[in-house]
């Protein structure tokens, strides 16, 4: 079982940052991608950003050259660097994990909450 604690959301004013973080524990498959989904009120879950344990971003065109996704592997954390927030940015903000083994499995944080508000 893999457990995924994220920690960093709160309330920023437009043009402001924040920093996300999720650390995984447990029985992580070496080989997986990590990275975050985002859900606002009455919408789907949409992914943010996915990074593989080789480095390889993808990012949602929506934040694309605000946001920055990067993982450290020794510590099985994954991190989302989000600068000039939007009030279209407010979500809660989902750690995910999905192992690349013969039969993959997902795991998903608690979530945590962005606002993004005057």
């Known amino acids: 079982q893999v457990h995924l604690v994220e920690s960093g959301g709160g309330l920023v004013q437009p043009g402001g940052s924040l920093r996300l973080s999720c650390a995984a524990s447990?029985?992580?498959?070496?080989?997986?991608?990590m990275g975050w989904y985002r859900q606002a009120p009455g919408k789907q879950r949409d992914l943010v950003a996915v990074?593989?344990?080789?480095?390889?971003?993808n990012y949602a065109d929506s934040v694309k050259g605000r946001f920055t996704i990067s993982r450290d592997n020794a510590k099985n954390t994954v991190y989302l660097q989000m600068n000039s927030l939007k009030p279209e940015d407010t979500a809660v903000y989902y750690c995910?994990?999905?192992?690349?083994?013969?039969?993959?499995?997902?795991?998903w944080g608690q979530g945590t909450q962005v606002t993004v508000s005057p």
């Open positions: 990074i593989t344990t080789g480095g390889s971003p």
């Open positions: 995910n994990l999905k192992t690349l083994s013969s039969l993959p499995v997902t795991y």
């Open positions: 447990g029985s992580i498959f070496s080989i997986n991608v």
